[in-house]
């Protein structure tokens, strides 16, 4: 009976521990817990840039490209790498935006045109070929130290309201707002933005009204690698240029899946849902099941989600048809 | 000429659906098999045996588990590797617990549990399609990655974190553990891949196959045609995450025989799939040459520079290796995408007329 | 030729079926009857609503309002694999066969409905699993002796011309033994002599296995000549139902396909 008993109060204060604990932790000391939701607000951000770039291209060409992260990291190499060769910062920034439309140019001639029409898995597969290729080669080029890397971006700690915050983070939110609006605008209302979403929709009859894939194809590419060059760049100002960064994109992979593949607005909604969920969760959750969840969280979070709605945030519903 | 099939007339629907219903293929079969079987364990040095060809086999056994589910079934999976600690850890759990329990019965129950487990995860599949699942699927492979070295249990408690294999006996020999010998080692592992694949050719040919084939080729009609896609995508799942499991469980025993869970990371799993995809979506032969090729490649790699004369630093030459892997793999798939086994097929046509044109 | 005809009961019954995607009407109140052994063609311009009524007769849509009552048993929702254990089978608009497979794979997948073997047998491959293959197969091949397709038995359908596609694609639908045979334009895209072809099969199909079949068609000699009885669907509404030549003659039928003047 009192073994019973025990057991009755263990379970209980595991119950406790999980589904009442944390909520009062949360209003009892509600300016941490906002510093908690600003801080993973602020991640969110950053997991958007880098989610954008996949959408970007999955839009255009119908590719899921696993070297999104690949190109973050090589762009920042390629930045940081001229930097400490004393090159000036604007100069740096300019002649790496120029690699990675070389990237994209080369991209396009080696490896897309000659897949035209293939199955989506075997371009994926293509894809992931690209990742150890520019990890090899940017490792190769530029080594594979850590590298610090400082744009000039302004990064003290101020306090608002009671929460500790840092300038760099506001920057980083700042900047990708200003993309994202940047990018909408673009695809709304410029020439080369209607001829995207034209190929989005359809290749062929975007071919067959005149529309140069060719063209398109390398756009979207350099414009995917701009964006990973300022994902880059926030990424590595934050937390130093190294191999890791090609594996923000396995964190950028969930945003994607909960906004959707083609949604921009998706990929940023997403990320900020992602990183706010996950912050919490490893504050208030983690450490009862024993910390480390950043690697699986947002899967499951973002899994959980499509089972109640498999179109993702701002897909419409298919309605299927045969 | 060489590969003709004039003169072998089939009477019977036995013969014409046997799985090789040409006297060719039956005797490279065989000739396959000696060569497994005998020439190979008298023949084969002991690094040969431990670093390519049991790796070989056991990586043909995971890439099999893999394409029943993307090349069959069209369920792309990223989740390869976790299913394969699954199975190891099963495997280290039931032998540490039950010592005397057959080992060939571990590996199968291994296989099992790492079934269920793949039934769980294939539930998202029923919801959402194409890449949104391969992504999907990737929460299997972290978690359940997180999950082997966060637990304790799993591993006995052993701060190290390694799980490291016992010996154990089978016909009087040492099968596992470091005593084992490559032979041995390899025999086993043979005997499981052997079976294991003789299996999933009779399920792909057989009615279970084809529902899977319907769903990838069109979940919808195949729908209307009476294949419940419930039925044939987490039976899809439940078998190749059993290969997957098998193969977990031999990697730990017969293979590296001491490991940690960073030994199932992601990069395995995408090591299964480039297999697959090189080898062949849909084809169980292609699922062996992938794996050989994807085993033999890094090891020529890492042994060219010094082949040729060049002495790279070290670190150098593995971001050489790297790259050249990526650009292999563009190549090929941009080559055949079809995969090699492919080629093969293609070689087997042409055999039918050589020497002559037409 | 409907005297000879041996039409026996109601089969399917489908009563004031409404459909609608979110806002838009696809069927509204239609309600039509099929019997045994007959052939009933569902006609009317296109975005009528035909192929939502077989999807609806199917299964595949979910109807808001009304009731479907197939062999006695009444139904408002189905999921589509148990009409198709139910003996409802079908072909499509647009070829859905599965063309990694060959035709005689694809054809054989119409059979799995009827093979219950576990895995553990098949995995083996021996006997009970191997014993039920061959049945199938000879089933199978007698189909494709019916559809004179034996030169293509084992060429992959993505090979195949469009025509033989339709072709292995009803072999499939009449794999299943079906009570119920939906065509939706089996004859869409044809030739003159493939067109003749298929119409001898529907018509052999419907004399030799008595099934009943519903039918899609736009070539209105072909519905003319093959059906019994004839529903014409225009912008979702019943508009005319009964044996070809008084639907011909009905001047709500003539003014859907001719148009009217609104004056």
Redesign the interface.
């Given at each position: 009976m009192f073994r019973q008993n025990g057991s009755f109060a263990k379970t209980m204060e595991v119950l406790n521990a999980i589904f009442v604990l944390p909520f009062v932790d949360m209003f009892t000391e509600p300016v941490f817990f906002a510093e908690v939701v600003v801080g993973g607000l602020l991640t969110g951000v950053m997991y958007s840039l880098v989610a954008l770039g996949f959408v970007l291209i999955f839009k255009a060409s119908g590719v899921f490209n696993f070297a999104q992260g690949a190109m973050v990291l090589f762009a920042a190499l390629t930045l940081v790498g001229l930097m400490e060769k004393g090159v000036p910062v604007w100069l740096a920034l300019i002649i790496a935006a120029g690699v990675m439309v070389i990237v994209a140019v080369v991209i396009e001639k080696l490896v897309l045109r000659p897949l035209v029409n293939q199955p989506d898995i075997i371009l994926f597969m293509a894809t992931i070929g690209i990742t150890f290729f520019l990890e090899g080669f940017g490792e190769t080029v530029w080594g594979s130290d850590i590298h610090r890397l400082d744009v000039g971006i302004p990064d003290a700690t101020f306090e608002i309201g009671g929460m500790l915050l840092n300038e760099f983070d506001i920057w980083a939110a700042a900047i990708g707002a200003a993309m994202v609006a940047f990018l909408a605008l673009f695809f709304r209302y410029t020439v080369i933005g209607r001829a995207l979403r034209a190929v989005a929709d359809d290749h062929q009859a975007a071919l067959s009204v005149g529309i140069p894939l060719k063209t398109i194809w390398i756009v979207v590419w350099s414009v995917a690698g701009f964006v990973g060059l300022v994902a880059g760049i926030m990424w590595g100002t934050k937390s130093g240029v190294q191999f890791s960064l090609s594996l923000i994109a396995l964190k950028a992979l969930p945003v994607l899946i909960l906004g959707g593949f083609t949604s921009i607005p998706g990929a940023i909604v997403g990320g900020l849902i992602i990183g706010v969920g996950e912050k919490v969760a490893e504050i208030y959750w983690g450490p009862l099941i024993g910390g480390a969840i950043e690697n699986w969280f947002a899967y499951m979070l973002a899994l959980a989600f499509l089972l109640f709605r498999p179109q993702g945030l701002f897909g419409e519903k298919i309605?299927?048809?045969? | 000429m060489l590969y003709r099939e004039s003169g072998q007339y089939k009477t019977s629907?036995?013969d014409d659906?046997a799985i090789f219903p040409l006297k060719q293929d039956r005797w490279l079969m065989a000739i396959a098999l000696v060569i497994a079987f005998v020439v190979i364990p008298l023949t084969s040095s002991e690094y040969m045996l431990e670093a390519v060809i049991i790796p070989f086999l056991i990586f043909a056994l995971a890439a099999i588990g893999l394409n029943l589910l993307a090349g069959y079934c069209g369920q792309i999976s990223l989740g390869t590797g976790g299913f394969m600690a699954v199975g190891g850890y099963t495997a280290y759990k039931l032998t540490t617990s039950l010592p005397d329990m057959n080992m060939i019965i571990v590996f199968l129950l291994s296989g099992v549990a790492a079934a269920f487990v793949g039934i769980m995860f294939g539930i998202p599949s029923l919801r959402i399609k194409g890449f949104y699942l391969a992504v999907a699927t990737l929460a299997a492979q972290f978690f359940l990655q997180w999950l082997f070295n966060k637990v304790e249990w799993f591993y006995n408690y052993n701060p190290s974190g390694t799980i490291t294999a016992p010996p154990r006996e089978m016909f009087g020999f040492v099968v596992t553990g470091p005593h084992a010998t490559a032979e041995a080692r390899y025999m086993i592992t043979l005997v499981v891949v052997a079976v294991l694949a003789l299996?999933a050719k009779?399920?792909t040919?057989?009615?279970?196959g084809?529902?899977w084939?319907?769903i990838?080729?069109?979940d919808?009609?195949?729908?209307?045609?009476?294949?419940?896609p419930l039925h044939a995508k987490l039976?899809a799942f439940a078998?190749s995450s059993f290969y997957c499991g098998v193969a977990g469980s031999l990697f730990v025993f017969t293979w590296l025989g001491s490991v940690e869970t960073e030994a199932f990371n992601i990069n395995l799993s995408f090591q299964v799939l480039f297999m697959v995809i090189i080898g062949g979506l849909?084809s169980i032969l292609g699922s062996f040459i992938g794996a050989a090729f994807i085993t033999a490649v890094p090891i020529l790699l890492t042994n060219a520079p010094q082949f040729f004369g060049f002495n790279l630093p070290i670190d150098l030459q593995k971001h050489f290796e790297v790259m050249i892997f990526g650009v292999l793999i563009i190549f090929f798939v941009i080559v055949e995408p079809h995969g090699l086994a492919r080629l093969w097929q293609i070689t087997k046509e042409k055999l039918r007329l050589w020497p002559f044109p037409y | 030729m409907n005297e000879t005809r041996n039409i026996g009961d109601t089969l399917l019954k489908v009563d004031n079926i409404s459909l609608s995607?979110g806002g838009v009407k696809a069927i509204t109140g239609v309600s039509l009857e099929i019997r045994e052994r007959e052939i009933c063609a569902i006609i009317g311009p296109n975005g009528a609503g035909k192929?939502s009524m077989l999807?609806v007769i199917?299964g595949?849509y979910h109807p808001q309002e009304g009731t479907i009552t197939f062999g006695g048993e009444v139904r408002k929702q189905m999921r589509?694999?148990l009409?198709?254990?139910g003996g409802i089978?079908?072909t499509?608009?647009?070829v859905?066969?599965?063309?990694?497979?060959s035709t005689l794979?694809n054809i054989?997948?119409?059979?799995?409905?009827k093979?219950k073997?576990n895995?553990l047998w098949?995995?083996?491959?021996i006997g009970p699993?191997?014993k039920e293959?061959?049945e199938h197969?000879?089933f199978v091949?007698h189909i494709i002796d019916f559809l004179e397709i034996e030169a293509i038995r084992k060429t992959p359908v993505g090979r195949l011309p469009y025509g033989l596609q339709k072709r292995v694609e009803l072999g499939?639908?009449l794999a299943?033994e079906p009570k119920l045979l939906l065509l939706d334009e089996p004859m869409a895209g044809m030739n003159v002599e493939e067109k003749e072809d298929m119409c001898r099969f529907i018509l052999d199909t419907n004399d030799e296995f008595g099934t009943t079949i519903g039918l899609i068609e736009h070539d209105m000699g072909v519905v003319m000549d093959l059906s019994d009885h004839v529903v014409v669907l225009d912008h979702g509404e019943k508009i005319a139902d009964g044996v070809p030549d008084v639907v011909r003659a009905d001047q709500n039928v003539i003014d859907a396909y001719l148009g009217v003047a609104h004056d």
């Amino acid at each position: 009976m009192f073994r019973q008993n025990g057991s009755f109060a263990k379970t209980m204060e595991v119950l406790n521990a999980i589904f009442v604990l944390p909520f009062v932790d949360m209003f009892t000391e509600p300016v941490f817990f906002a510093e908690v939701v600003v801080g993973g607000l602020l991640t969110g951000v950053m997991y958007s840039l880098v989610a954008l770039g996949f959408v970007l291209i999955f839009k255009a060409s119908g590719v899921f490209n696993f070297a999104q992260g690949a190109m973050v990291l090589f762009a920042a190499l390629t930045l940081v790498g001229l930097m400490e060769k004393g090159v000036p910062v604007w100069l740096a920034l300019i002649i790496a935006a120029g690699v990675m439309v070389i990237v994209a140019v080369v991209i396009e001639k080696l490896v897309l045109r000659p897949l035209v029409n293939q199955p989506d898995i075997i371009l994926f597969m293509a894809t992931i070929g690209i990742t150890f290729f520019l990890e090899g080669f940017g490792e190769t080029v530029w080594g594979s130290d850590i590298h610090r890397l400082d744009v000039g971006i302004p990064d003290a700690t101020f306090e608002i309201g009671g929460m500790l915050l840092n300038e760099f983070d506001i920057w980083a939110a700042a900047i990708g707002a200003a993309m994202v609006a940047f990018l909408a605008l673009f695809f709304r209302y410029t020439v080369i933005g209607r001829a995207l979403r034209a190929v989005a929709d359809d290749h062929q009859a975007a071919l067959s009204v005149g529309i140069p894939l060719k063209t398109i194809w390398i756009v979207v590419w350099s414009v995917a690698g701009f964006v990973g060059l300022v994902a880059g760049i926030m990424w590595g100002t934050k937390s130093g240029v190294q191999f890791s960064l090609s594996l923000i994109a396995l964190k950028a992979l969930p945003v994607l899946i909960l906004g959707g593949f083609t949604s921009i607005p998706g990929a940023i909604v997403g990320g900020l849902i992602i990183g706010v969920g996950e912050k919490v969760a490893e504050i208030y959750w983690g450490p009862l099941i024993g910390g480390a969840i950043e690697n699986w969280f947002a899967y499951m979070l973002a899994l959980a989600f499509l089972l109640f709605r498999p179109q993702g945030l701002f897909g419409e519903k298919i309605i299927e048809r045969v | 000429m060489l590969y003709r099939e004039s003169g072998q007339y089939k009477t019977s629907y036995t013969d014409d659906q046997a799985i090789f219903p040409l006297k060719q293929d039956r005797w490279l079969m065989a000739i396959a098999l000696v060569i497994a079987f005998v020439v190979i364990p008298l023949t084969s040095s002991e690094y040969m045996l431990e670093a390519v060809i049991i790796p070989f086999l056991i990586f043909a056994l995971a890439a099999i588990g893999l394409n029943l589910l993307a090349g069959y079934c069209g369920q792309i999976s990223l989740g390869t590797g976790g299913f394969m600690a699954v199975g190891g850890y099963t495997a280290y759990k039931l032998t540490t617990s039950l010592p005397d329990m057959n080992m060939i019965i571990v590996f199968l129950l291994s296989g099992v549990a790492a079934a269920f487990v793949g039934i769980m995860f294939g539930i998202p599949s029923l919801r959402i399609k194409g890449f949104y699942l391969a992504v999907a699927t990737l929460a299997a492979q972290f978690f359940l990655q997180w999950l082997f070295n966060k637990v304790e249990w799993f591993y006995n408690y052993n701060p190290s974190g390694t799980i490291t294999a016992p010996p154990r006996e089978m016909f009087g020999f040492v099968v596992t553990g470091p005593h084992a010998t490559a032979e041995a080692r390899y025999m086993i592992t043979l005997v499981v891949v052997a079976v294991l694949a003789l299996v999933a050719k009779n399920l792909t040919r057989g009615h279970i196959g084809r529902s899977w084939m319907a769903i990838r080729d069109m979940d919808i009609a195949a729908e209307i045609i009476g294949i419940r896609p419930l039925h044939a995508k987490l039976s899809a799942f439940a078998i190749s995450s059993f290969y997957c499991g098998v193969a977990g469980s031999l990697f730990v025993f017969t293979w590296l025989g001491s490991v940690e869970t960073e030994a199932f990371n992601i990069n395995l799993s995408f090591q299964v799939l480039f297999m697959v995809i090189i080898g062949g979506l849909g084809s169980i032969l292609g699922s062996f040459i992938g794996a050989a090729f994807i085993t033999a490649v890094p090891i020529l790699l890492t042994n060219a520079p010094q082949f040729f004369g060049f002495n790279l630093p070290i670190d150098l030459q593995k971001h050489f290796e790297v790259m050249i892997f990526g650009v292999l793999i563009i190549f090929f798939v941009i080559v055949e995408p079809h995969g090699l086994a492919r080629l093969w097929q293609i070689t087997k046509e042409k055999l039918r007329l050589w020497p002559f044109p037409y | 030729m409907n005297e000879t005809r041996n039409i026996g009961d109601t089969l399917l019954k489908v009563d004031n079926i409404s459909l609608s995607f979110g806002g838009v009407k696809a069927i509204t109140g239609v309600s039509l009857e099929i019997r045994e052994r007959e052939i009933c063609a569902i006609i009317g311009p296109n975005g009528a609503g035909k192929t939502s009524m077989l999807n609806v007769i199917n299964g595949f849509y979910h109807p808001q309002e009304g009731t479907i009552t197939f062999g006695g048993e009444v139904r408002k929702q189905m999921r589509p694999h148990l009409a198709a254990a139910g003996g409802i089978a079908r072909t499509f608009q647009n070829v859905a066969l599965f063309t990694g497979m060959s035709t005689l794979d694809n054809i054989m997948t119409g059979r799995n409905l009827k093979m219950k073997k576990n895995f553990l047998w098949q995995a083996l491959n021996i006997g009970p699993a191997r014993k039920e293959e061959l049945e199938h197969r000879e089933f199978v091949e007698h189909i494709i002796d019916f559809l004179e397709i034996e030169a293509i038995r084992k060429t992959p359908v993505g090979r195949l011309p469009y025509g033989l596609q339709k072709r292995v694609e009803l072999g499939r639908a009449l794999a299943a033994e079906p009570k119920l045979l939906l065509l939706d334009e089996p004859m869409a895209g044809m030739n003159v002599e493939e067109k003749e072809d298929m119409c001898r099969f529907i018509l052999d199909t419907n004399d030799e296995f008595g099934t009943t079949i519903g039918l899609i068609e736009h070539d209105m000699g072909v519905v003319m000549d093959l059906s019994d009885h004839v529903v014409v669907l225009d912008h979702g509404e019943k508009i005319a139902d009964g044996v070809p030549d008084v639907v011909r003659a009905d001047q709500n039928v003539i003014d859907a396909y001719l148009g009217v003047a609104h004056d």
